[in-house]
């Protein structure tokens, strides 16, 4: 079945750097990926649609220049939390659409970020 | 009003039992269906999708009624490993993208 790689599972990082998390689509070409974020006892919230090879769609209330999201490749997606503080501490999901297969939705493992 | 809605419980219920959970969306013009198990600190992972006339997968039944906006999922003979959260998770309509929103999740807790 439809497998997307996410990494870094886990991550600890000082306020005020930058984390990248990758997401890959292993053996499906993804051009949509979708990026969430939950925080505890909360729903997963979308917050942007990758394309590949164009620019991300932001929703709404969501830092397109703090969140920077890059999709070159049909296969590769990155979300870079930017300039991180100790609110963005987050599990962080993506997503893949298979689009070979009826509504196929895979998720990656997750990232959990804890800004420091 | 939040676009999917569910009680977030929790549901407490002894092994062997019968649990429903039922969820409300907002957009009429949504198409597509889900519910989606999430167990603590992981990602979430595809239960079933929800069919019009309804289907039925094991010991899990899901059903839709379109005219109230309403999904439900039935768990028989509850299981421990069936304790996790269960998301109701329906397509956005809007613009075609793909995609999908959720519900904040039932939590269901199975007691020996």
């Known amino acids: 079945g439809a497998v997307v790689s996410q990494h870094p599972s886990r991550v600890i990082c000082k306020s005020g750097t930058s984390v990248k998390i990758e997401c890959r689509s292993l053996?499906?070409?993804?051009?949509?990926m979708f990026w969430y974020r939950q925080f505890p006892k909360q729903s997963l919230m979308l917050m942007a649609t990758?394309?590949?090879?164009?620019?991300?769609?932001?929703e709404q209330g969501v830092e397109k220049d703090k969140f920077l999201i890059n999709h070159a490749s049909l296969t590769l997606s990155t979300l870079t939390v930017t300039s991180a503080h100790p609110e963005d501490s987050s599990f962080y999901i993506c997503?893949?659409?298979?689009?070979?297969?009826?509504?196929?939705?895979?998720f990656g493992s997750g990232t959990r970020l804890t800004v420091v | 009003r939040k676009e999917v809605e569910q009680d977030p419980g929790p549901f407490n219920v002894p092994e062997g039992a019968t649990v429903a959970f039922n969820c409300t969306y907002s957009?009429?013009?949504?198409?597509?269906f889900f519910w989606y198990r999430q167990d603590c600190r992981k990602e979430p992972k595809l239960l079933m999708s929800?069919?019009?006339s309804g289907n039925e997968d094991g010991r899990f039944t899901a059903q839709l009624n379109r005219a109230s906006q309403y999904i439900s999922l039935l768990i028989r003979d509850s299981k421990l490993s069936d304790s996790a959260t269960y998301l109701c998770?329906?397509?956005?309509?809007?613009?075609?993208?793909?995609?999908?929103?959720f519900g904040q999740g039932t939590t269901l807790q199975v007691k020996p």
């Open positions: 997503s893949a659409r298979d689009t070979s297969a009826l509504y196929g939705y895979t």
């Open positions: 053996d499906f070409q993804a051009t949509t």
């Open positions: 990758s394309n590949e090879g164009s620019k991300a769609t932001y």
């Open positions: 957009n009429s013009a949504s198409q597509s």
């Open positions: 929800v069919y019009s």
């Open positions: 998770v329906v397509n956005s309509p809007r613009g075609n993208t793909g995609k999908l929103i």
